[in-house]
């Protein structure tokens, strides 16, 4: 490097795709258990696949290699990308394999379906952390240490059971209304535990490139690389962590944007300039806490608001959540892997943000992501959807006590 001074800058991509809903109407309870529109999953995979996850990852490729080891990021997947990747791109999957197995990307534990068990059930949350260590393991090789909940939601009281899993770094999001006048530029520890070290999200530096990057009334558009590494320069820090979807790149904004090449030039020419590209792992490794944060409320990475409102905030949103997570009982009771499954995907965060009601930019950026026509046909096949589950695992939960006591022969799937 030409610059004796080398400023860390942390990279981590969240990848998911969720298993999206079929318009599912009132008569189709209780006779369709087909809850997931297969074509619709497909045919966005696909998409997101060829315009986003392939190059992308070729990019990252040639970055590591350009830079001679100093671009490394981490990655976030969920299950049910993984998933989805294995039945309809085994290609994709191989290279996200591939930069894994390179020491490219880091992956970080999460839960299985980008759930949000974490708002309602310390339990599902475990299981939902278990099955993602366990697919992680499976297809990847490797333990994650270090954990990013759905969606960066994070909480005071759910430090000791993320650290119960053999977690001691946690990503979260910087919200300003905690640090006060501190940046989230520093490494700081769990607020009553200094061995669990978080990294909080720079929303700013996150934003601009996640949100506005594309915006052309944007004071700042278009956005130059060295523009944004001189914003990067002139903070105080330990560590700039910038945080994003990974489908930011080629799907949220497209490749005629200019938003690849704004990656090529941000790595290669901030390197010139002192920029160190690390992963969440190198972080926790090299930093130590400068001061406790606490986030005594939910805090995510989602809206203006960085709180829980994006799948929250209204009253279908909150009952459809709910009823859920209140089938967990008679779910498990029914000993049904097909149905586990099911309710599994029904779990995801993004069901909930398809109800949103929100206005402005917000509600212009969540209808982008919507695939039926408004929030409450959203939640009006959701909840038919929660209605034949909860049918179907009454019949299997009376069978499976029947099983038990002798009166049936078991019956498979």
């Not at 800058?9 to 990848?15: E, G, I, K, P, T």
């Not at 950026?365 to 209605?387: G, Q, T």
Request: aromatic content about 12%; charged content about 20%.
């Amino acid at each position: 490097m030409s610059n004796d001074k080398t400023t860390n800058v942390c990279l981590f991509f969240q990848a998911h795709q969720p298993f999206r809903i079929r318009s599912y109407d009132f008569f189709q309870i209780g006779n369709d258990p087909n809850y997931f529109d297969d074509a619709l999953n497909r045919d966005i995979l696909h998409r997101v696949a060829d315009r986003c996850y392939l190059p992308a990852l070729q990019l990252f490729e040639e970055l590591h290699h350009q830079t001679e080891g100093n671009f490394k990021a981490g990655l976030g997947i969920s299950g049910t990308l993984i998933t989805q990747l294995e039945k309809w791109r085994p290609d994709v999957l191989q290279r996200f394999q591939s930069l894994v197995a390179q020491g490219i990307l880091f992956v970080t534990g999460g839960t299985y379906s980008n759930s949000l068990a974490t708002f309602f059930s310390a339990q599902e949350a475990g299981r939902q952390i278990r099955n993602h260590r366990q697919i992680i393991k499976k297809y990847f090789q490797v333990k994650p240490t270090c954990f990013a909940n759905t969606e960066l939601i994070y909480r005071d009281d759910m430090v000791q059971m993320i650290k119960s899993f053999g977690y001691h770094t946690i990503l979260a999001e910087g919200v300003q209304r905690y640090l006060g006048h501190r940046a989230p530029n520093f490494m700081y520890h769990a607020n009553g535990d200094d061995s669990v070290k978080l990294l909080l999200r720079n929303a700013p530096l996150s934003d601009d490139i996640g949100f506005r990057f594309s915006d052309t009334s944007w004071d700042q558009w278009p956005l130059c690389a060295n523009t944004y590494t001189d914003w990067i320069l002139d903070s105080d820090h330990q560590v700039h962590n910038i945080f994003l979807d990974l489908e930011t790149m080629g799907e949220h904004h497209d490749a005629t944007s200019g938003i690849f090449d704004f990656w090529r030039s941000f790595i290669l020419n901030g390197q010139s300039r002192g920029l160190r590209y690390l992963s969440p792992n190198d972080v926790a490794e090299e930093l130590s806490p400068v001061d406790s944060y606490s986030s005594p409320k939910h805090s995510s990475w989602a809206d203006y608001e960085k709180d829980k409102s994006a799948w929250q905030s209204n009253v279908m949103q909150q009952e459809a959540s709910q009823k859920v997570f209140r089938l967990q009982q008679i779910v498990e009771s029914s000993n049904c892997p097909h149905l586990f499954e099911d309710w599994s995907r029904l779990q995801s965060a993004d069901h909930f943000l398809h109800m949103s009601t929100k206005g402005g930019s917000t509600g212009e950026a969540h209808r982008k992501f919507r695939v039926h026509a408004d929030p409450y046909d959203s939640y009006s096949y959701f909840m038919n959807i929660l209605a034949d589950l909860q049918i179907r695992a009454k019949v299997k939960m009376a069978r499976h006590l029947l099983e038990q006591i002798g009166e049936l022969a078991p019956l498979s799937e």
